[in-house]
C-alpha cells in the first residue's frame, strides 16, 4: 500500500479475545480513513452473540470495504494419533470421551466453533484448549501437546503486479 498510494502503513496485531481486543480499537479509533481491520466472521458475525458487553457493534461502526477471501476448515491432527480417519477418530473419541484434546486459536473462532459443531455432530467430546491465535495451537499440535485442532489451509501467498492489482490472483 506504500508504494502503491504514498502512505505510510502500519500493521499492529493485536491478538486475543476472538478478535475483540484489535476490533475494538478499531472501533474507537478516528473515523478518518486511515484505520482498516481486517475482519473476521468471528468479529463481524458471531462474537457479538459469544461474548457479553462488547464495546463495539459491528453493524454500526463499520463500514465493509472489501471481501478478501474465504477459507475451509480443515481437521488437522497429530501424527502419533491412533486413528487414521475421520471415522476412525470419531469412533476413538467415543469410546475415550474427554481424552482428547482439540486446540483452537481461542473462545469463539471459528476454529472453536468448528470443533463444537464437530462434536455436536459426531455426539464426541473432547478437552477444549483455547490458545491466542492459530499459530500457538499448530505449534503445539506439532509438538504434541494436543491432539488434533481445526484451522484453515495455508495460502500460497499473491505478488501485486500492475497488471493484476486489484483482482484475485
Known amino acids: 500500500m506504500t508504494s502503491r498510494y504514498g502512505i505510510r502503513v502500519v500493521v499492529e496485531n493485536r491478538p486475543g479475545a476472538g478478535g475483540n481486543l484489535a476490533t475494538e480499537v478499531a472501533a474507537r479509533a478516528e473515523p478518518d480513513g486511515y484505520t482498516l481491520l481486517l475482519g473476521t466472521q468471528g468479529t463481524m458475525a458471531t462474537n457479538q452473540y459469544l461474548y457479553k458487553g462488547l464495546r463495539f457493534d459491528p453493524a454500526r461502526d463499520f463500514v465493509p470495504v472489501h471481501a478478501l477471501m474465504s477459507s475451509p476448515n480443515l481437521l488437522v491432527v497429530k501424527s502419533s494419533a491412533p ?70 489451509p495455508p495460502r500460497r501467498s499473491h505478488r501485486c503486479r500492475p497488471a493484476s492489482c486489484g483482482r484475485w490472483p
Do not use: C, M, W
Open 83 to 152: 486413528f487414521q480417519s475421520v471415522k476412525e477418530l470419531v469412533t476413538y473419541a467415543r469410546e475415550h470421551p474427554g481424552k482428547l484434546a482439540v486446540a483452537s486459536a481461542g473462545n469463539g473462532t471459528a476454529t472453536h466453533l468448528a470443533a463444537e459443531l464437530f462434536q455436536s455432530e459426531a455426539g464426541v467430546r473432547f478437552v477444549h484448549v483455547p490458545y491466542k491465535g492459530s499459530a500457538p495451537a499448530i505449534t503445539d499440535l506439532l509438538g504434541g501437546q494436543v491432539d488434533l485442532t481445526f484451522d484453515y
